[in-house]
């Protein structure tokens, strides 16, 4: 797993948001919160979703807030928000959203890296009901086993292919 590091003040459970706007937000908070980004970010991930629309709900009741890398992104992060009453986003298939992650990484070769790991995690076929049902970040991090420092087998330190 290259998923980054997942603590507690990433993780909001039950979040109360009357819009798509306000989801994001609070991914976008979360990642601010646990150092991963600085507070601009947050802007950015929805000037991505103002131009490109809702390609980031990636599965039904699931959204990837994401925005490229660049200087107010302190290290790669991940965020896990989830949502006490569903959101539309204005995906065709994929609404209401239940599960906001938001992600922020450092270069495109970690975000192919990290959304490939996601895409993993996500083949579970129960893995955003048991995330938007998290009732604790321990059961979230159930879900998501983010990087724990340990080289993975076939990689470097880095994470990269040896």
């Known amino acids: 797993m290259t998923l980054p590091p997942l603590p507690d003040d990433a993780i909001v459970l039950r979040a109360d948001v009357a819009d798509w706007r306000a989801a994001v937000r609070e991914a976008g908070h979360a990642l601010a919160r646990s150092g991963a980004t600085a507070p ?14 809702a390609y980031i709900v990636i599965a039904p009741g699931l959204a990837l807030a994401h925005a ?12 896990v928000v989830t949502l ?3 959101v539309a986003f204005g995906h065709p298939h994929n609404d209401p959203v239940r599960v906001v992650l938001g992600l922020a ?19 579970e076929r129960d893995a955003i009901e048991r995330l938007a049902g998290a009732a604790t970040p321990a059961e979230v991090r159930a879900v998501l086993p ?4 340990r080289t993975r087998p076939g990689t470097d330190a880095a994470g990269a292919p040896s």
């Open 84 to 86: 006490a009453a569903p």
């Open 105 to 123: 990484v450092s270069s495109a070769e970690e975000h192919v890296a990290s959304v490939a790991d996601l895409a993993n995690v996500f083949n």
């Open 146 to 149: 983010a990087d724990d420092g």
């Open 40 to 53: 601009g970010y947050t802007d950015r991930m929805i000037e991505v979703l103002d131009e490109f629309g």
């Open 68 to 79: 490229r890398p660049g200087p107010d992104v302190r290290r790669s992060g991940l965020a």
